[in-house]
C-alpha cells in the first residue's frame, strides 16, 4: 500500500500563478523527498526534507513539513508552462534505510 | 554522467508469457532499485538490492516475478508468466549507497512500458 496520499489529485493553473501540493503520510519518517516525472518519463529528484526541519527552498520551491500532523506541502512559485507534469512525495522511515514509499501524485498543468 | 539505462523502453506480450527488463544503473551505485508504477498511481518498489544482494523485496510477488543483479551492475528483472494486471512501467533505479537514515537521491531511468494482452 502506498504510504502518502497527494491532494489534490490534479491541479490546473494559469502560467505565473502560484502551485501548492499537500502530502499526508501514516507513520513516521526519516526524511521526505519529492520528485518530479514528465509524461512518458522517469522521476526526477527535486527537494529533500529531513524529520527534524520545517522549511527548506530550493530555486522556485518551497517545501514544508509539520510532523506533528504528518504531512508536507510543496510550493512551485511563479510557475512555467515547462512544469507540467506529475509531482509525487517520497518517504523513508526509521532504520529502513534508502526505502521510498510513495503516494499517488498531483497531476499539475500549468496553462501559458 | 550517462544516466540510468533501461531497455526495452515499450513491450507488448500475451498474457502467460514471460518477459525480461534490463536495466544499467550510474556507474560508481551500489544500490539498485526496481518500481512497478501502474498508471495513475505513484511508484511501488519491488526489490532493492544493495551491490548484488538483496536488500528488501517484501513486495515483490516471488511466484511470477525475479530479479538478480550477478556482478553488481547490470540487473535484469523477468516475469514469468505474465498477466493481465502486470500491465505497468518498470522503473528502475539507482543510489551512491543505502544508508540507513535514508536520505539518500534516487536517479531514475526512462522506464519500460508493459501491455499484458
Known amino acids: 500500500s502506498q504510504q502518502g496520499e497527494e491532494d489534490p489529485q490534479a491541479l490546473s493553473i494559469q502560467e505565473g500563478e502560484n502551485a501548492t501540493m499537500n502530502c499526508s503520510y501514516k507513520?513516521?519518517?526519516?526524511?521526505l523527498q519529492w520528485y518530479r516525472q514528465n509524461s512518458g518519463r522517469g522521476l526526477v529528484h527535486l527537494i529533500l526534507?529531513?524529520?527534524?526541519?520545517r522549511e527548506k527552498h530550493s530555486g522556485r520551491l518551497r517545501v514544508t513539513l509539520d510532523t506533528s500532523k504528518k504531512s508536507s506541502s510543496l510550493l512551485i512559485t511563479a510557475s512555467r508552462a515547462a512544469d507540467t507534469a506529475s509531482y509525487f512525495c517520497?518517504?523513508?522511515?526509521?532504520?529502513?534505510?534508502?526505502?521510498?514509499?510513495f503516494g499517488g501524485g498531483t497531476r499539475l498543468m500549468v496553462k501559458p | 554522467e550517462a544516466g540510468v539505462a533501461q531497455s526495452p523502453r515499450y513491450k507488448i506480450i500475451e498474457k502467460r508469457q514471460s518477459v525480461a527488463f534490463w536495466c544499467n544503473p550510474i556507474?560508481?551505485?551500489?544500490?539498485l532499485y526496481w518500481y512497478q508504477q501502474i498508471l495513475g498511481q505513484g511508484p511501488k518498489l519491488l526489490i532493492q538490492?544493495?551491490?548484488?544482494?538483496?536488500?528488501?523485496d517484501s513486495q515483490l510477488p516471488k511466484d511470477r516475478f525475479s530479479a538478480e543483479r550477478l556482478k553488481g551492475v547490470d540487473s535484469t528483472l523477468k516475469i514469468q508468466p505474465a498477466k493481465l494486471e502486470d500491465s505497468a512501467v518498470y522503473l528502475c533505479?539507482?543510489?551512491?549507497?543505502?544508508?540507513?537514515?535514508?536520505?539518500?537521491?534516487?536517479?531514475f531511468g526512462p522506464g519500460t512500458r508493459l501491455l499484458v494482452l
Open positions: 533505479a539507482s543510489s551512491t549507497s543505502s544508508d540507513r537514515r535514508g536520505g539518500e537521491t534516487q536517479y
Open positions: 507513520t513516521s519518517i526519516n526524511n
Open positions: 526534507i529531513r524529520s527534524n526541519e
Open positions: 517520497a518517504t523513508d522511515h526509521n532504520n529502513a534505510g534508502n526505502m521510498l514509499t
Open positions: 556507474s560508481g551505485h551500489a544500490t
Open positions: 538490492f544493495q551491490n548484488n544482494g538483496v536488500v528488501d
